[in-house]
């Protein structure tokens, strides 16, 4: 009897990575392999890695390297790099780390069975990089092998056809594709039958979606098929971009009672000479005319931003206006990034002229801000009571349980018991700038 293969997966980055992780461990497991956390008992050793920082990839790239080790110990074992990186880096991750044997883009993950089975048979090395020949796995078909047993990532777009200046996402992940509605429906239904009660649909630009669909469907349109898909009981969806959150999109928030008010629209920065020269699109105006817009339309919505300090040319007066934006819309959460040039993207040829320490002092002035806003916001839920859905054991307090409210608020409470999965009723007592805390009444 053949022994059951294992395979191990570090993954690095966003939901979209993790999300690939899953469906890689998923697709594996139809060629018999067991996922395992113990990295001297794999065949097979993919690390799922991300470039949005310099430094990301060179985490990943230098963990890869530790490897030489175990492949020198087994030579049978197989070492891959995949994701963002092995896109950005190609031949060139060879070179670092000859004990690796297999290169493998986000465009192509479909191919790694495939290109393991070749490399067994052949002991040679194996390069998938994005061409026009997709090979995606498909979440319809493959199930994912998922971190929860009842929250599900659904890959709705991969790729981006935007161009900020600063972000590598476009060079790595491709064009920006969009997963049909029928297939997506289909994994959305499966995901349900196998207990899964909330869904985050995944793109870059999650409300460009439909782009190039026939018949035309907007991410609106998407949304009210997925309503109707029975045991699901929460949509969200992720990231959204200005220039693409349109009506039908605040209608489908407004009209539809599991699609969860709360959307994550980054905006950078509240400056539009910063916001020219990162080539977003949009204006600090039309941010914050869309951001009334979805107040105004859906009532309690929440939104969540994320900001770039130190950009290029960034000055002091730039740096205010974001400060007022951010003062402006009191964001439920958002999170704040230090520029680093990113080698391959067009901002790397801009001065990076702002210097380190005022970089972290606009990190921490605007990091303030929102803890401040953040922990007004949240007081005023004390006395609400509040429905979420339970992840399990506060990673504070293990006599605790917690989870999340509708709008992606943590909320912690006293449980005798682990009721993970569960939509239970909370009355909040108190709070911090980061979480809720109450009372269990019910569910
Ligand atoms: S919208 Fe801009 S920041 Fe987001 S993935 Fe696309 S290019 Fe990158």
């Not at 089975?117 to 199930?143: H, K, M, N, P, S």
């Not at 429905?387 to 006293?414: C, M, W, Y």
Request: glycine share 8%.
């Amino acid at each position: 009897m053949t022994a059951i293969r294992k395979i191990w997966i570090e993954t690095y980055g966003c939901q979209m990575n993790v999300l690939d992780s899953e469906l890689i461990a998923g697709r594996m497991k139809r060629d018999g392999y067991e996922l395992t956390t113990d990295r001297e008992a794999a065949d097979v050793l993919l690390f799922n890695t991300c470039s949005v920082r310099k430094h990301a990839e060179e985490r990943a790239i230098s963990n890869a390297g530790t490897l030489k080790y175990l492949r020198r110990r087994r030579p049978d074992a197989i070492v891959g790099i995949v994701g963002c990186a092995a896109q950005n880096l190609k031949e060139e991750i060879f070179e670092r780390l000859p004990h690796v044997q297999l290169v493998v883009g986000p465009r192509k993950v479909g191919a790694i069975p495939r290109l393991i089975e070749e490399i067994r048979a052949t002991g040679q090395r194996r390069v998938a990089l994005e061409d026009f020949d997709d090979e995606f796995i498909d979440g319809a078909e493959t199930l994912a092998r998922r971190e929860s047993p009842f929250k599900a990532y659904i890959k709705a777009i991969e790729g981006c056809d935007l161009s900020c200046a600063f972000c590598i996402v476009p060079a790595t992940r491709g064009r920006e594709t969009s997963r049909p509605p029928d297939v997506i429906a289909d994994e959305v239904r499966r995901a349900a039958a196998e207990g899964v009660v909330e869904v985050t649909l995944l793109g870059q630009t999650i409300d460009s979606y439909g782009k190039g669909l026939k018949p035309a469907i907007d991410l609106g349109g998407l949304l009210r098929r997925l309503h109707g898909v029975e045991g699901i009981r929460r949509i969200r969806f992720i990231t959204s971009h200005p220039s693409f959150m349109r009506e039908p999109i605040i209608d489908a928030l407004r009209d539809l009672p599991k699609v969860c008010k709360y959307v994550h629209m980054p905006a950078q920065s509240g400056s539009d000479a910063v916001l020219r020269r990162m080539r977003r699109g949009y204006t600090a105006d039309r941010y914050l005319r869309l951001v009334d817009r979805l107040r105004e339309r859906v009532p309690g919505v929440e939104i969540a931003s994320d900001f770039i300090v130190g950009f290029p040319g960034e000055t002091v007066e730039d740096f205010e206006r974001t400060l007022a934006l951010a003062e402006r819309v009191r964001f439920q959460n958002a999170y704040v990034f230090q520029y680093s040039p990113r080698p391959g993207t067009d901002a790397a040829a801009m001065a990076d002229d702002v210097p380190a320490e005022e970089k972290g002092r606009r990190n921490q002035v605007l990091l303030d801000l929102q803890e401040r806003v953040s922990g007004e916001k949240n007081s005023k839920r004390v006395g609400q009571r509040i429905e979420i859905l339970v992840e399990g054991p506060s990673k504070t307090n293990p006599r605790r349980q917690a989870g999340r409210s509708d709008t992606n608020q943590i909320v912690h409470f006293e449980a005798a018991c682990d009721v993970r999965g569960r939509f239970v009723t909370v009355d909040i007592t108190s709070s911090t700038p980061l979480a809720l805390y109450g009372t269990w009444v019910g569910s």
